[in-house]
């Protein structure tokens, strides 16, 4: 019985013994390394698809596993354990100490954005040189800009113009009798090209229409380099707003063909500072540009109405008559403005009042002109003007003004006459303001 038993005991004891070298031989490190620095890494198959069927080839940082081992995904026994060695020659171990220290190949790329970046910053911090600063356009001559216009196609500007006032009726027979003189048959196509002129907006592609623009900028600010196409620096010759095309209306690109013309004649441009400083007064400000396109529209209407046809057969040219009127125009205006302390509250009755009086005397303001500038040739202060406005002395009232404005025609017969604020129409004080 007792030897039955024992028998037993070591069946059972073998059949352990069985069991257990099966498990021994089973056992797998469940596709982790346990014990690394505390860390596990777990091995997957790299799987190739043929033909829809996949082909099993288990690596481990590039190390093929034995052919008996097998996927976990499909339930079958897990990956054998690889041997110390083969882990360290594989270069796993190295990788788990280092932990996440970026590689050798990580170390040189960031060498070389550093580098990169700090030449980046180096070049951000340069100062290049401006090219309008080593090249600035160059001035152009009012002639050559005149030039540009006379080779330049505007038949369809020509369609538009309105070179003579329409009159009709008892106007037009009375024109025609008491008027002044037709405008010379050989003058008319030049008289034509002006109003062309005056329909021509500014255009950012034409050369010459840039530097028109850039002259007249440095002739009056007294600087050497070019000017932004826009920007606030207009409005300091006196546009009103970043662009000077905007002021243009009613005179087009002539409006800024007569201020070439009176900054790059040496006669005029004297004139034209002078004008542009009393825009900057501190209390008889006006801006200049947008008064110098009023000049330039009370001009054209003067033309228009054949007021100037006279002058213009006598010296047989329209272009140049013209310039000097507009100068004439704004003479008058500076003097005005200047003696009688004027201020931009009184623009639009002053601009009303020199265009009356440019269409009813256009052979005395040339005249006022031409001794303008024959007075400051000869070293002068030219009539009509004084060296500094008062700008401590009140302007006088409208009654005053009118007793001033008859002595003064006692004392110098024609020449300083002006007509008063109170002998405007009535219907034209609606139209007494600047464009």
């Known amino acids: 019985m007792t030897s ?62 034995g052919h008996n ?53 180096a070049l951000e911090h340069t100062q290049p040189a401006i090219t309008e600063d080593l090249n600035p356009t160059p001035l152009i001559p009012f002639n050559e800009a005149l030039q540009y216009f006379q080779t330049t196609d505007l038949g369809d500007l020509l369609k538009n113009i309105q070179p003579t006032l329409r009159r009709t009726g ?10 002044p003189p037709r405008l010379h048959r050989e003058l008319l196509e030049e008289r034509d090209l002006v109003f062309a002129i005056a329909q021509c907006p500014v255009d950012n592609s034409q050369t010459v229409h840039m530097r028109v623009l850039q002259t007249i900028y440095k002739k009056l600010i007294g600087s050497k380099l070019d000017c932004p196409r826009y920007g606030a620096h207009w409005e300091n010759i006196g546009f009103q707003g970043t ?24 006669e005029t441009l004297p004139l034209a500072r002078d004008i542009y400083k009393l825009s900057q007064h501190p209390t008889q400000n006006f801006p200049f540009s947008v008064m110098s396109i009023n000049m330039t ?56 009042e020199v265009e009356l009086f440019a269409k009813k005397n256009p052979k005395q303001m040339l005249r006022r002109l031409e001794v303008f500038l024959k007075d400051r040739r000869a070293g002068g202060i030219p009539r009509g003007t004084s060296p500094e406005p008062v700008a401590q002395q009140p302007s006088p009232g409208l009654g005053e003004r ?22 405007l129409p009535p219907d034209m004080e609606g139209e007494a303001r600047l464009i």
């Open 4 to 65: 039955e038993v024992c028998r037993g005991q070591d069946q059972k004891q073998a059949q352990q013994t069985t069991r257990l070298h099966a498990m021994e031989e089973d056992i797998d490190v469940d596709s982790r390394i346990e014990g690394l620095n505390g860390l596990s890494r777990e091995c997957k198959p790299l799987e190739e698809i043929t033909n829809g069927h996949s082909n099993h080839k288990p690596v481990m940082n590039g190390l093929l596993i």
């Open 170 to 179: 008892i106007a037009a027979i009375a024109h025609f009798f008491f008027g």
């Open 243 to 266: 662009d000077p095309a905007t002021d243009l209306r009613g005179t087009g690109f002539l409006g800024l063909m007569h201020t070439l013309y009176f900054v790059m004649d040496p």
């Open 402 to 423: 009118g007793a001033k404005a008859g002595a003064a025609q006692g004392r110098k017969g024609k020449e300083m006459h002006f007509t008063g604020v109170c002998d």
């Open 297 to 352: 529209r009370i001009a054209l209407q003067v033309l228009r109405e054949e007021a100037l046809s006279k002058e213009c057969n006598r010296r047989q040219q329209v272009v140049g008559v013209l310039n000097e009127f507009y100068v004439a125009t704004y003479l008058h205006l500076y003097q005005l403005w200047k003696t009688q302390q004027k201020t931009i509250s009184d623009s639009g009755f002053v601009l009303k």
């Open 69 to 121: 081992v097998k996927d976990h995904t499909n339930g079958s026994a897990p990956l054998r354990s690889l041997p110390i060695s083969a882990l360290k020659q594989n270069g796993l171990l190295q990788t788990l100490a280092a932990g996440d220290q970026p590689k050798p190949a990580d170390d040189k790329e960031n060498v070389e954005l550093e580098k990169a970046r700090l030449e980046w910053e």
